[in-house]
Protein backbone atom coordinates (compact mmCIF):
# COMPACT_ATOMS: atom_id res chain seq x y z
CA UNK A 1 0.00 0.00 0.00
CA UNK A 2 1.31 3.62 -1.03
CA UNK A 3 0.23 6.67 1.27
CA UNK A 4 0.49 9.95 0.04
CA UNK A 5 0.56 13.48 2.06
CA UNK A 6 0.00 16.46 0.45
CA UNK A 7 1.49 19.96 2.18
CA UNK A 8 2.26 23.41 1.85
CA UNK A 9 -1.20 24.94 0.37
CA UNK A 10 -2.32 28.34 1.71
CA UNK A 11 -3.51 31.66 0.57
CA UNK A 12 -1.93 33.68 -1.96
CA UNK A 13 -2.18 37.06 -3.83
CA UNK A 14 -2.13 36.78 -7.42
CA UNK A 15 1.60 37.25 -8.92
CA UNK A 16 2.68 34.91 -5.73
CA UNK A 17 4.29 31.91 -5.43
CA UNK A 18 3.83 28.78 -3.12
CA UNK A 19 5.92 25.19 -3.38
CA UNK A 20 3.63 22.07 -2.39
CA UNK A 21 5.46 18.73 -1.07
CA UNK A 22 4.08 15.72 -1.28
CA UNK A 23 5.54 12.77 0.88
CA UNK A 24 4.83 9.05 -0.52
CA UNK A 25 5.37 6.00 1.66
CA UNK A 26 4.62 2.12 2.21
CA UNK A 27 6.64 0.52 -0.76
CA UNK A 28 9.90 1.90 -3.56
CA UNK A 29 8.11 3.41 -5.97
CA UNK A 30 10.72 2.49 -8.45
CA UNK A 31 9.40 2.72 -12.34
CA UNK A 32 6.48 5.10 -11.05
CA UNK A 33 5.20 8.21 -12.33
CA UNK A 34 4.30 11.02 -9.64
CA UNK A 35 1.87 13.49 -10.90
CA UNK A 36 0.07 16.29 -9.58
CA UNK A 37 -3.49 17.42 -9.94
CA UNK A 38 -6.22 20.19 -9.38
CA UNK A 39 -9.94 20.37 -8.84
CA UNK A 40 -11.94 23.55 -8.50
CA UNK A 41 -15.28 23.92 -7.33
CA UNK A 42 -17.78 22.84 -9.65
CA UNK A 43 -15.13 21.32 -12.27
CA UNK A 44 -13.76 18.17 -12.76
CA UNK A 45 -10.61 16.97 -11.79
CA UNK A 46 -7.52 18.50 -14.14
CA UNK A 47 -3.92 17.04 -14.65
CA UNK A 48 -1.35 19.54 -13.70
CA UNK A 49 2.49 17.59 -14.03
CA UNK A 50 3.65 14.46 -13.85
CA UNK A 51 7.63 13.05 -13.22
CA UNK A 52 9.47 9.79 -14.30
CA UNK A 53 10.78 8.24 -11.55
CA UNK A 54 14.21 9.30 -12.30
CA UNK A 55 13.12 13.06 -12.33
CA UNK A 56 13.99 12.20 -16.62
CA UNK A 57 10.93 13.37 -17.90
CA UNK A 58 8.70 15.80 -16.88
CA UNK A 59 4.63 16.32 -18.00
CA UNK A 60 2.96 20.18 -17.78
CA UNK A 61 -0.86 21.08 -18.84
CA UNK A 62 -0.84 24.02 -21.13
CA UNK A 63 -2.00 26.17 -18.46
CA UNK A 64 0.96 25.87 -16.23
CA UNK A 65 3.49 25.53 -18.58
CA UNK A 66 6.46 27.83 -17.65
CA UNK A 67 4.94 29.09 -14.21
CA UNK A 68 4.74 25.60 -12.51
CA UNK A 69 7.93 23.39 -12.05
CA UNK A 70 7.76 19.88 -10.24
CA UNK A 71 10.42 18.03 -9.18
CA UNK A 72 11.18 14.95 -6.93
CA UNK A 73 13.72 13.76 -4.59
CA UNK A 74 13.69 10.50 -4.12
CA UNK A 75 16.19 10.16 -1.00
CA UNK A 76 13.39 11.98 0.67
CA UNK A 77 10.24 10.13 -0.62
CA UNK A 78 9.15 13.53 -1.36
CA UNK A 79 7.57 15.30 -4.87
CA UNK A 80 7.29 18.65 -4.86
CA UNK A 81 4.97 21.86 -7.38
CA UNK A 82 6.80 25.11 -7.46
CA UNK A 83 4.16 27.36 -8.04
CA UNK A 84 5.22 30.73 -9.69
CA UNK A 85 3.27 33.78 -11.13
CA UNK A 86 -0.57 32.43 -10.07
CA UNK A 87 -3.40 33.20 -10.80
CA UNK A 88 -7.07 33.30 -9.44
CA UNK A 89 -7.69 30.42 -11.88
CA UNK A 90 -4.98 28.34 -9.86
CA UNK A 91 -7.64 28.15 -6.79
CA UNK A 92 -8.42 24.64 -6.34
CA UNK A 93 -7.79 21.44 -4.19
CA UNK A 94 -4.35 20.06 -5.15
CA UNK A 95 -3.72 15.96 -5.12
CA UNK A 96 -0.91 14.00 -5.37
CA UNK A 97 -0.91 10.57 -7.11
CA UNK A 98 0.98 7.85 -8.15
CA UNK A 99 0.84 5.19 -11.35
CA UNK A 100 3.25 2.45 -12.46
CA UNK A 101 4.56 3.33 -15.85
CA UNK A 102 2.98 0.78 -17.89
CA UNK A 103 -0.37 1.71 -15.95
CA UNK A 104 -2.94 3.72 -17.64
CA UNK A 105 -4.40 5.17 -14.76
CA UNK A 106 -3.35 6.52 -11.60
CA UNK A 107 -3.21 4.15 -8.59
CA UNK A 108 -2.99 5.94 -5.64
CA UNK A 109 -3.91 9.67 -4.13
CA UNK A 110 -3.51 11.68 -1.46
CA UNK A 111 -6.15 13.73 0.54
CA UNK A 112 -5.33 17.33 -0.99
CA UNK A 113 -3.96 20.18 -0.01
CA UNK A 114 -6.17 23.69 -0.43
CA UNK A 115 -4.38 26.75 -2.87
CA UNK A 116 -6.65 29.69 -2.64
CA UNK A 117 -5.45 32.94 -4.91
CA UNK A 118 -6.81 35.78 -3.76
CA UNK A 119 -6.30 39.61 -3.25
Known amino acids: QVQLVESGGGLVQPGGSLRLSCAYS????????MGWFRQAPGKEREFVAA????????YYANSVKGRFTISRDNAKNTIYLQMNSLKPEDTAVYYC????????????WGQGTQVTVSS
Open 51 to 58: ISWNGGRT
Open 26 to 33: GRTLSSYI
Open 97 to 108: ATKHDTSAQYDY
